[in-house]
C-alpha cells in the first residue's frame, strides 16, 4: 500500500501526495477541509491511515468534478465522519443516480455502473451552480471558477490562502507524456477553460495530477499544443482508410496506442475518449459521420 502524505503548500493551505494530489485546508489543528477525496481503492486506506496518524477530522469535501479518481471517497466520508459533501450541481446530480452518472461513464450502463462503482453514488450535502462565485465552509470562504470540458461542471477551487486548485484542467507534462489518449468530454470546452486559465493570477497553483507550481502559464501552452498534436495524429491516423465504423476505429486505436487491460473502467474510459475526441474531429470539419444501414460511418475530409 502506497503511504499518503502531507504537503505544505501556502498557509493553511496543504495537500496530500498519494495516488492523486488532494488539497487540504486546515480550519484549525484538528478540522480539515478536503478538496476531492481520491480514488476509492488505492487512497482510502492511505488516507485514513494519515488523518488518524495527524488527529485530523474532515468537516467537510468541496469537490471538482464526479470522476473516479477525485470523488471515490466523498461517500466514505460522508458517511464515517459527517463530512459535509459540497459538489456543483451538475456534478452533484451525475453521482445522485446510477442511470444519470452514465453521462460521466458512457457508453456503460446503470447495472453496469451499480455493480463496479458502487461507491460513486451519494447525494450531496450542498450545491452550487455555474454562477457561483465563492462559497463559505464554516468562517472560511473559497472561491470557485468554472471549467467546463473535462466535465461538464468541472470546477477550479481558490483556498483563502489564495492558492488555486485547477483540478484535471491541466494535466503536467510528465502525465501529458503519459497520457495515451485524453479524457475529456467536450474537447472545445476544455480549450476555452484551459485558455481562460491564462487570466487568472494566485500564489500557487494545484493539479491534481500532479504538482504545485507558482505560475501556469507555461503549463497551459502546453496542454493545448498537446491537444493540437492530439488531434492533427488522430486525423493521419484515420486517413489510412478510406472509411471506417466505430468499432472499428476503437480496435484501430486501441493497438496504435499500445494499451493493454480489460478492466471495466479501462474499457469504459478508453470508449468514452474516443466518442469524445471524434465527435471533436467532427466539429473541426476534420471527419465527416454519416448514419447508414444501422451504424455510423466515419471517414476524413482530404
Known amino acids: 500500500m502506497q503511504q499518503a502524505r502531507l504537503v505544505h503548500v501556502l498557509g493553511n493551505t496543504w495537500c496530500i501526495e498519494s495516488h492523486v494530489t488532494i488539497p487540504v485546508y486546515f480550519l484549525n489543528d484538528r478540522e480539515v477541509i478536503l478538496l476531492d477525496s481520491g480514488y476509492a481503492n488505492w487512497d482510502r486506506a492511505p488516507l485514513d491511515a494519515l488523518l488518524q496518524e495527524h488527529g485530523l477530522h474532515v468537516q467537510a469535501i468541496l469537490g471538482s468534478h464526479s470522476h473516479n479518481d477525485h470523488n471515490g471517497n466523498h461517500a466514505y466520508f460522508q458517511a464515517t465522519q459527517q463530512a459535509e459533501v459540497i459538489l456543483r450541481d451538475v456534478e452533484a446530480a451525475i453521482v445522485s443516480d446510477f442511470s444519470l452518472m452514465t453521462a460521466a461513464y458512457f457508453p456503460s450502463t446503470p447495472g453496469e455502473l451499480e455493480r463496479e462503482l458502487p461507491y460513486l453514488q451519494l447525494k450531496a450535502d450542498r450545491v452550487f451552480s455555474a454562477n457561483t462565485t465563492e462559497i463559505s465552509i464554516g468562517s472560511k470562504t473559497f472561491g470557485l471558477v468554472p471549467l467546463p470540458g473535462h466535465t461538464p461542471g468541472h470546477t477550479g477551487i481558490i483556498t483563502p490562502d489564495d492558492v488555486f486548485y485547477v483540478g484535471d484542467a491541466l494535466l503536467s507534462d510528465e502525465v501529458l507524456q503519459a497520457a495515451k489518449l485524453p479524457s475529456i468530454m467536450d474537447w472545445t470546452t476544455d480549450s476555452e477553460s484551459k485558455r481562460s486559465l491564462l487570466a487568472e493570477h494566485h500564489s500557487r497553483y494545484i493539479l491534481a495530477h500532479r504538482g504545485v507550481y507558482t505560475e501556469i502559464a507555461t503549463i ?83
Open 220 to 302: 497551459v501552452e502546453e496542454n493545448l499544443s498537446d491537444k493540437n498534436r492530439r488531434t492533427v495524429q488522430l486525423r493521419d491516423w484515420l486517413r489510412s482508410r478510406d472509411v471506417w465504423l466505430l468499432n472499428e476505429i476503437e480496435q484501430f486505436l486501441w493497438k496504435q496506442l499500445g494499451l493493454h487491460g480489460k478492466s471495466f473502467l479501462t474499457r469504459v474510459a478508453f470508449q468514452r475518449n474516443v466518442r469524445c475526441a471524434l465527435e471533436y474531429l467532427i466539429a473541426e470539419g476534420m471527419v465527416c459521420r454519416e448514419f447508414r444501414d444501422g451504424a455510423f460511418w466515419y471517414w476524413v475530409i482530404q
